[in-house]
């Protein structure tokens, strides 16, 4: 997909400069293992499955890399298990945008359910003001160290619980405050975004944007609901969308072009509206969304003009950072800086800022960085 040579090498610290924008990053996916450890010891959470963080690091990879989205899950009770107060709470969201920024990371919005941090006594409200707080402490603290970068939040409500519409009202409540936006996660079979309605219609009514994890464990039912049903204005993975795609006969994944692939209705819908894919690909082969990052349908989505974009999903679940997708999907595909110059973008026209506020890092970060990239 490369149209020219890229002139400075895909090596990790050019990765690394790279101007990154990340959609899909949950805030408790993400912790450092020492925090998690240092928490635990702090707020007298003694379930941890490992005592150092170079063991705790290798047990969530380990337990996340299971085929099973449910398994996967069950990682988080350690995370949200150590986020039960105030000062956990400013502290794990301000070292998530340092990490970021140290990642070369822009703009992010990162994810949580408030939901899942009240068993220690603390509001709804506390939660999310605790988060925004560390969120803006990681700014300044970035910005004093010459990486500068932007973070907002998107609230989760879980899906197997009943709390959705009280969320979504969450997130209005503090639109102005650094919240843009709205989602639901967790075990998605059993558990179909049309439960969740009267959320989504609340968002609709107050012209408030949301993403739906749909089309990760479960297939094309959900995609469809997402979309048909809820509106959705992104897709969390979005992977299955696959399954309405026929390629030609003999089609490899990482095939240049996928000249006679027919779409199916929810393919070409999710195509023809421009509807952004949150693709998330070692995540998605460790829950067994998809079989291996060969068979990934990353590729085939690029080349077909979907708006696919790269994030992390978990990153310490997954042991990575946005250069570390970066890398495997050139290693796998053979991308350039100009395809991820386009993801990027692509990433940045999905997000849930003003259109303006989007505008501004499309021309004054992310073209300049890579222009640089392109010229070595
Ligand atoms: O990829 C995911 N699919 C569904 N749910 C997820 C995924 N990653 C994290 N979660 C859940 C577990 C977290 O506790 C919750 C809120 O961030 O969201
Ligand atoms: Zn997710």
Redesign the pocket.
């Known amino acids: 997909m490369t149209s020219m040579p890229p002139r400075s090498p895909l090596d990790p610290a050019a990765l690394t400069l790279a101007p990154k924008v990340l959609l899909?990053d949950?805030?408790?996916?993400g912790l450092r293992p020492s925090t998690v450890l240092e928490l635990a010891r702090e707020t007298g959470y003694d379930e941890l499955p490992a005592e150092t963080a170079d063991d705790l690091a290798v047990w969530f990879r380990d337990a996340a890399d299971s085929g099973s989205?449910e398994r996967?899950?069950e990682t988080?009770a350690h995370?949200?298990g150590v986020m039960q107060t105030v000062g956990a709470l400013e502290r794990v969201a301000a070292e998530c945008v340092e990490d970021l920024a140290a990642d070369g990371v822009v703009y992010a919005e990162v994810?949580?359910?408030p939901e899942?941090h009240l068993e220690r006594g603390l509001e709804l409200d506390e939660v999310v003001e605790a988060v925004l707080r560390g969120f803006a402490q990681g700014e300044r603290t970035a910005a004093g160290s010459g990486r500068p970068i932007a973070v907002r939040c998107l609230v989760?409500a879980?899906?197997h619980a009943a709390r959705s519409r009280e969320i979504a009202e969450l997130a209005v409540r503090y639109r102005d405050r650094g919240v843009v936006g709205f989602?639901i996660?967790?075990?998605?079979a059993g558990h179909p975004p049309s439960r969740h309605l009267d959320a989504f219609e609340y968002m609709r009514a107050n012209c408030a944007p949301f993403t739906i994890?749909a089309g990760?464990?479960f297939g094309l039912p959900s995609i469809h609901e997402a979309i048909g049903f809820c509106g959705t204005d992104r897709l969390?993975?979005g992977v299955r969308v696959i399954d309405d795609i026929t390629l030609p006969p003999g089609a490899r994944p990482d095939d240049d072009s996928f000249p006679g692939a027919e779409l199916g209705l929810i393919a070409n819908i999710v195509r023809d509206k421009r509807i952004p894919l949150e693709l998330?690909p070692s995540?998605?082969v460790q829950?067994g969304?998809v079989a291996s990052l060969a068979q990934h349908p990353f590729n085939v989505l690029a080349r077909l003009r979907f708006r696919v974009t790269v994030n992390t999903?978990?990153r310490l679940?997954s042991d990575t950072t946005m250069s570390k997708e970066f890398a495997k999907l050139s290693d796998q595909f053979g991308y350039g800086w100009t395809d991820f110059e386009r993801f990027t973008v692509n990433a940045m026209k999905s997000a849930f800022i003003h259109f303006d506020e989007r505008l501004a890092f499309i021309d004054d970060v992310i073209k300049p960085g890579y222009a640089v990239l392109l010229q070595g």
């Open positions: 899909h949950h805030l408790d996916g989205l996967y899950l988080f995370t949200v994810r949580y359910a899942q989760t879980m899906r989602d996660a967790g075990a998605e994890h990760e464990a969390g993975h998330c995540s998605n829950t969304a999903d978990n679940m």
